[in-house]
């Protein structure tokens, strides 16, 4: 996933290893549902979800929300850091059932499942929310196409077909799924948002003005486009494991401005705001209001794309020398502290990530060295060559835009910045048209699994329009090791592999990452920060965790 | 007049037209690339392009694209291709929030132009006079994006004495619907304070050395009767006038800054952030029923200007 | 006769002191903006787009970050490197400043007389051919009078935004400075072409222009010779108020984002940069809003004097419409 704002998005994954599959003990102490029952809250996003309908939802402004609405057959435990990334049967009775051959999944829908209207959840209700996945030319259908009939069903374009490999039996509530090809991570498709059930009879369109109910501790009540909508806790709602919510009321409000965000919460107007404040207030906040604010890692990675494909930066020394001159520290300052240096392409957090001490390129929290790099590419008779670097006007991305090109420029290359919307900008990057050199990237983690990273990078992934491997790296060693272990189900025993291809992507400088940024919670006064502020390592903050002192 | 008003209300048919077809053409066919694609917006698939394509007749000739852009905008089914919200219905959803903004401005200045104005022409020559135009002039060269974020930001957030932003429907609340209000109608206002008080003593100036004044002079009216029944009387005509040009300037896209600097969500700003995303439906509504509005209210200026002041009825 | 109308205004002007001095004023700002490479070689030693966030310098006897971990760019400095403090990425906000003065008063001033030009044009075709002539100018004037400053320059912009402009031969890339100067040089239009038209259709009955024509001028030695020496005085009076508000729009198109584009400094958007920093950097916001308003208000003092030079009882309401 990229950027925060409502950017849709495309990712480059094609299949996972089954991540976390192993059952720990489920720890109470860091479940939510403890706090002081009921209450309203008023929380604020920056701008509309790019949908609030689970088939189509792809971005953090709207899963965030979303993951309390709707349950999939199988969800991630409501925990922070690596808890989190474990998976829990969560429509499901329990973790499904995988044949020998990997290429069958049976589970049970649980008894007496009940919608947020009361509707009894039936097994074919599966099978529906898929179909409208496929249908609706949703960015999560490549999850699904690995199911048996799923491209019969998408090409035959008639919403009621049928979709062969999944069986479902409304009287026992069983649902079997039949895969092409064995997949270890289609346990991880089972427990996306995109999976999230709903009732049968909602129709094949965006629902977004009037989403359809789900199983989840809260429903989504009112919708007023572009203005705001509203969440009212579930009574009713059952399912071990899944916190029940402590507050009755959330309404988020559509306010552009992150600087009123940040001053109305202060204030105690607005209670929670997704986005991290403006650095402008972030000093002020840390200062005063430490007791209900805090920043904490997580699983994303920035870093500047490098056009294989067009000089200068077909030039393997060139791009060492980008990777050489970067200050992590001097862009930390433009995320208000809030950067950590990284000198891997897997953040920090998820096991196969390339462990190298010390960076090849200089310390990632230290200087950069300018004089070297400019010799550099003097060496590599690149001086001079006009490069221009896209980025866009979210948040602090122009003026990290700015470092970058006066970077570029003092090493000795002709660089020359420009700004495209956010709203466009993954998409005017991901065109290979646009013959983008070099711009700004930020990769959130849609599965714990090294692979969402490493495939931006691997050759395989190349495509004409929303290009995940915007660098164009088409490096044989990553290909195939891409390809051979993508199907191994067990993460813990290939992830060394997996790092051994990390520090492949570092050591040939494919690309030029910064750092990983961190994100924050800020409360209101009124709410409890220290009991209730739980934070999802994939999800982010966790509403049902909130809580009124 | 009848045949004024006619000859006037067929100029503003042929204007609207006009307007129109600009609008038209400077959306859909000055710049350069598919006009198809441009709307489809961000990752459009083929099919999505294509569809859009034949909605709004792109492959066809110049007039029938012409006639299908005004059936779309018109008719009240564009869309945006971009927030799949129907353009019309934004619209709407903004009007009453940039009405307060314009009315309440409006309201303002009026008073605030029509009062340092009638002191300055009073006063005219001396050094109040003097400073009152200073004054004036001033609140015209700031610009309101500047004065609305420095308003909003230290007597919003830093003093407290006003919310720093953002919009209470009438019918939520009434009271804080106007405290809303208060710093942006201000902040807008005080560009036309200025400008409206120099017309005024303009105006009052001119008239006050008209004959009929000197008439009433000699007749024995005291001064404040002369001032109050004839000379504001007429003076108020071209303020009038402007005003009701000047209000359709604002209502019609002019309240823009102050709409984005205080978070209003008005019509103005949904044209705004739909340049930032590209998105050109919802642009090309708003600038043509901005225009329209404009045109109309202008031709309804123009016939109750020709209704107070006979002499223009014959030179237009 | 007396004495030309031009004596007596020049003596009238030279005597309001007032305006004299916000006319130095103005022109003491276009010599600073003409001098920003000397500015920042010479006293800044600082590039405009020079970025410098790990920077750091001395005050009082000890090193200071010129952008600080958390972000916060430090203030003015009031001496030669950072006089007016630094902006987020440590760049030199006097220097911007002054180079975005330049961007400002080029495209404000070449709007401005690309405005008076056409106006002129429109004005005196309109007004001395009369009849259809005068009814097509005066309906387009009044189809672009229709548009909303603002909504226009937007509009345009955002059609140009992706593609640039394309009409048969005149192809412009976009975000290109000219586009900004065309839209808000056409935008004008109106605003100086009907008292044009109005001077010109006053003057065409006077006996001079009678006299020509009997003496067999044709329309273009009437125009040009006999009724546009005698337009001067209008164009003069409108001309600073002209300025000031292509300066003005410009820096609202740049605020929206359709004007210059970072990192191409414009007073326009370094407000909108600095607004998003009003509680740890006000100086952002101030230095280039203060700037506008003197820029602007100095014309429009000037300007006013101009007017009551030609015209001490001018009743003629200003051309100015503010967006």
């Known amino acids: 996933m990229t950027a925060i704002r409502g950017s849709l998005t495309v990712l480059a994954l094609v299949t996972m290893a089954a991540a976390f599959t192993a059952c720990g003990e489920s720890s109470g102490s860091d479940q939510a549902s403890q706090g002081k029952q009921g209450g309203s809250i008023t929380i604020a996003q920056t701008s509309q979800p790019d949908a609030l309908d689970p088939a189509i939802a792809y971005t953090s402004n709207s899963w965030e929300p979303l993951w309390l609405v709707y349950t999939a057959p199988l969800t991630y435990r409501r925990a922070e ?85 999944i069986a479902t039996d409304d009287k026992t509530g069983e649902v079997t799924v039949e895969l092409t090809a064995p997949d270890g991570s289609f346990s991880n498709v089972l427990a996306t948002n995109f999976a999230g059930l709903v009732p049968s009879n909602t129709p094949f369109s965006n629902q977004t003005k009037n989403p359809p109910p789900g199983v989840g501790p809260y429903k989504i009540s009112k919708v007023v486009p572009n203005r705001e909508f509203v969440m009212e806790k579930v009574d009713g709602f059952d399912i071990p494991d899944i916190p029940k919510g402590n507050i009755d009321t959330i309404t988020t409000k559509i ?26 207030l972030a000093a002020e906040i840390k200062a005063r209001y430490s007791d209900r604010y805090k920043e904490w890692p997580t699983l994303s990675v920035s870093y500047f794309f490098l056009n294989h494909d067009l000089p200068p930066f077909d030039d393997k020394e060139v791009r060492e020398a980008v990777n050489v001159a970067i200050d992590s520290s001097a862009i930390a300052r433009l995320f208000g502290g809030r950067l950590k240096g990284a000198c891997s ?41 006009k490069v221009t670097v896209y980025t866009n006007n979210d948040s602090n991305r122009q003026e990290i835009g700015e470092y970058y090109t006066g970077l570029l420029n003092d090493i000795g290359l002709d660089a020359e910045l420009r700004v495209v919307d956010g709203a466009v900008y993954s998409d005017t990057i991901g065109n290979q048209k646009t013959k983008a050199q070099t711009g700004i990237v930020n990769w959130y983690a849609d599965f714990p699994h090294p692979a969402t990273f490493i495939q931006q990078v691997d050759g395989s992934t190349i495509a004409e329009t929303s290009n995940p491997n915007p660098s164009n790296v088409r490096d044989a060693e990553i290909t195939d090791g891409v390809a051979e272990l993508l199907p191994e189900p067990d993460l813990d025993t290939v992830a060394d592999r997996w790092a051994a291809l990390d520090q492949r992507v570092i050591e040939e400088s494919h690309i030029a990452p910064f750092g990983s940024e961190e994100l924050t919670t800020f409360l209101s006064d009124r709410m409890d920060f220290e009991n209730c502020a739980i934070v999802h390592p994939l999800y982010g903050n966790d509403y049902s965790s909130f809580c009124l002192k | ?68 852009t005004m059936e779309q905008v018109l008719g009240g089914s564009a869309i945006s291709y971009f927030t799949q919200l129907n353009v019309r219905e934004e619209i709407v959803k903004g009007l009453p929030r940039t009405l307060s903004l314009a009315v309440g401005a409006a309201i303002l200045w009026m008073t605030m132009g029509i009062a340092l104005g009638l002191l300055g022409a009073l006063r005219a020559g001396r050094i109040s006079d003097r400073l009152i135009t200073f004054v004036a002039l001033a609140g015209v060269s700031l610009p309101v994006f500047w004065l609305g974020a420095l308003m909003a930001y ?121 340049v930032g995303q590209l998105d050109v439906p919802p642009v090309l509504a708003v600038t043509l029923f901005g225009a329209f509005f404009i045109v109309v209210l202008n031709t309804v200026v123009d016939i109750v200007y020709a209704a107070l002041d006979p002499r223009i009825r014959v030179t237009t | 006769m007396g004495q030309s109308p031009w004596r007596l205004a020049l003596r009238r002007l030279r005597r ?52 600080s971990l958390d972000g916060v760019p430090i203030g003015p400095q009031w001496r030669g490197e950072y006089f007016l403090g630094a902006d987020s990425n440590g760049r030199d906000v006097m220097v911007r ?110 006996e001079f222009v009678e006299a020509a024509r009997a003496q067999g001028a044709g329309p273009l030695r009437m125009m040009a010779g ?63 809003g203060l700037m506008l308003v003197l820029t602007v208000l100095a014309l429009n003092v000037f300007g006013d004097g101009v007017r009551d030079a030609f015209d001490p009882r001018s009743s003629a309401a200003w051309g100015t419409r503010r967006p």
């Open chain 1, 345 to 385: 392409l897997v953040p920090e957090g998820i096991p196969g990530r390339a462990e190298l001490d010390p960076c090849p390129y200089g310390d990632p929290d230290g200087p950069g060295d300018t004089a070297k790099a400019k010799q550099m590419v003097e060496e590599a008779r690149a001086t001079g060559e």
């Open chain 3, 16 to 67: 309001d002191r007032v305006s004299l001095a916000f006319g130095a004023l103005f022109v003491v700002l276009v010599l600073g903006a003409l001098a920003a490479p000397l500015w920042a070689s010479a006293v800044a030693d600082r590039d405009p787009d020079r970025t410098n966030e790990t920077g750091q310098i001395e005050v009082d006897g000890s090193k200071v970050d010129v952008v």
């Open chain 3, 97 to 206: 400043l002054l180079y975005g003065a330049r961007n400002s008063l080029l495209i404000g001033l070449a709007a401005a007389f690309l405005t008076t030009l056409l106006a002129t044009l429109v004005g005196l075709v309109a007004g001395y051919f009369g009849r259809w002539v005068d009814a097509l100018a005066r309906s387009t004037l009044d189809v672009i009078w229709a548009f909303p400053v603002i909504l226009l320059g937007v509009a345009l912009g955002t059609a140009l935004a992706v593609g640039g402009l394309k009409i048969g031969p005149l192809e412009l890339g976009a975000g290109s400075m000219t586009i900004s100067v065309l839209v808000i040089a056409i935008v004008y239009v109106p605003y100086m072409a009907r008292p044009i038209r109005g001077e010109v259709l006053a003057l065409r009955e006077r």
């Open chain 3, 226 to 288: 006999e009724l546009l020496p005698n337009l001067t005085s209008t164009i003069v009076v409108f001309a600073p108020l002209m300025v000031a508000n292509a300066i003005l729009l410009e820096a609202a198109l740049s605020f929206l984002g359709v004007g210059v584009v970072p990192p191409d400094p414009s007073w326009g958007n370094m407000i909108d940069a600095g607004v998003e920093r009003l509680v740890t950097a006000p100086h952002l916001a101030i230095a280039p």
């Open chain 2, 154 to 274: 230290y007597l919003g957030f830093k003093a407290g004495w006003f919310p720093n932003g953002g919009y209470v429907p009438f019918t939520e609340d009434p009271l804080d619907w106007a405290y809303h209000l208060v710093l942006p109608c201000t902040a807008l206002a005080i560009l036309f304070i200025g400008f409206y008080s120099r017309v005024l003593r303009s105006s009052v100036l001119d008239t006050m050395s008209e004959d009929f004044v000197r008439t009433a002079r000699a007749k024995g009216l005291s001064e404040r009767q002369v001032l109050v029944r004839h000379v504001l009387r007429n003076s108020l005509i071209p303020i009038v006038t402007l005003w009701g040009l000047d209000f359709g300037a604002v209502v019609a896209g002019g309240a823009i800054l102050t709409e984005t600097v205080f978070d209003l969500q008005g019509v103005g700003q949904y044209a705004a952030e739909s």
């Open chain 1, 81 to 165: 850091g690596t808890e989190g990334a474990e998976l829990i049967p969560g429509a499901a009775e329990a973790l499904p059932t995988i044949s020998k051959d990997g290429k069958t999944y049976s589970f049970k829908i649980r008894k007496g499942l009940k919608y947020s209207d009361g509707t009894p959840v039936k097994a074919s209700d599966f099978e529906h929310s898929v179909k409208r996945v496929l249908n609706l030319e949703s960015g999560g259908t490549y999850l699904f196409e690995g199911i048996d009939g799923a491209t019969a069903y998408i090409e035959s374009g008639d919403p009621d077909g049928d979709i062969e490999g």
């Open chain 2, 1 to 68: 007049m009848t045949r004024f008003v006619v000859s006037r209300l067929a100029q503003m048919l042929v204007v609207l037209f006009a307007v129109s077809v600009l609008t038209f053409l400077i959306f859909n066919v000055i710049p350069a690339g598919d006009p198809a694609a441009r709307m489809a917006g961000k990752s459009p698939t083929p099919t999505q392009v294509e569809a859009i394509r034949a909605e709004w007749g792109f492959d066809e000739p110049l007039p029938v694209q012409y006639v299908k």
């Open chain 1, 255 to 280: 306010v552009q401005s992150p600087s009123r965000q940040a001053q109305d919460v202060i204030a105690g107007k607005l209670d929670y705001m997704q986005e991290p404040p403006p650095t402008d």
